[in-house]
């Protein structure tokens, strides 16, 4: 079993849609949450991060985090086609120097 | 300010070639990390520096080797490259403050091994 897993999709919607990308992960260790977007033929950057449980927003961007679970969730409102890309979730320990990444989840934002 | 840079971009060799990849970083980050991309498998960690002059394996360092230059710089050698080491290698530094460690990708080497 991966540390942390993601549906790689593809997952195609119109413009405008509310996108629900969704992680879920195995090592209770976790506390940090990021969420990194990745165009094609880029390097990933760092979309959002939150600690421990809770949510998050950051403009049209939401991360969702519930630890009982083990489930992570990013929210995307009013989807836009500049949002196509791939989206990783990484999770990693409180003062550890390693990520573990997911494979991702390939965005298509149709206009 | 140009993050994390990576050369080269692109890379063809032949099974038994060597060859070294570049990576430096403008940040003074702390920690610097090698990975390796490939479809379905997401990034796995090849290795690590979490200081100037500490290198640490990762998930994946059999056939690959690193040194830490400096603070700067963190290089990956393929000492005898072998078909399944083609593939797309990010490297990346790492910014730890208050427990947490956010890295900042390079745009990539793609290297493929015939």
């Known amino acids: 079993q991966k540390e942390v897993e993601q549906d790689p999709g593809p997952l195609s919607v119109p413009e405008g849609a509310i996108v629900s990308l969704n992680c879920t992960y195995s090592?209770?260790?976790?506390?940090?949450f990021m969420w990194y977007r990745q165009y094609s033929r880029k390097g990933p950057e760092l979309l959002m991060y939150?600690?421990?449980?809770g949510n998050k927003e950051d403009g049209r961007f939401t991360a969702q985090v519930d630890k009982s679970s083990k489930y992570i969730s990013l929210f995307i409102r009013d989807s836009q086609p500049s949002d196509s890309a791939t989206y990783l979730c990484?999770?990693?320990?409180?003062?550890?120097?390693?990520?573990?990444f997911g494979a991702g989840t390939r965005l298509f934002v149709k206009a | 300010n140009a993050g994390v840079t990576q050369t080269p971009k692109f890379q063809v060799l032949k099974t038994g070639q060597s060859m070294t990849l570049q990576c430096a970083q403008d940040?003074?980050?702390?920690?610097m990390y090698w990975y390796r991309q490939d479809p379905g498998m997401g990034l796995r960690l090849i290795y690590y520096?979490?200081?100037?002059?500490?290198?640490d394996k990762g998930e994946v360092p059999n056939g690959y080797n690193v040194s830490r230059l400096n603070k700067r710089e963190f290089s990956l050698r393929l000492e005898s490259a072998a078909p399944s080491q083609t593939s797309v290698y990010f490297c990346?530094?790492?910014?730890?403050?208050?427990?947490?460690?956010?890295?900042?990708f390079g745009a990539g080497t793609r290297l493929s091994v015939l």
């Open positions: 990346a530094s790492g910014l730890s403050e208050g427990g947490k460690n956010i890295q900042y």
């Open positions: 940040m003074n980050h702390n920690s």
């Open positions: 990484a999770n990693a320990r409180t003062g550890g120097f390693k990520t573990i």
């Open positions: 520096s979490a200081s100037e002059g500490t290198t």
């Open positions: 939150t600690y421990s449980s």
């Open positions: 090592n209770s260790a976790f506390q940090y």
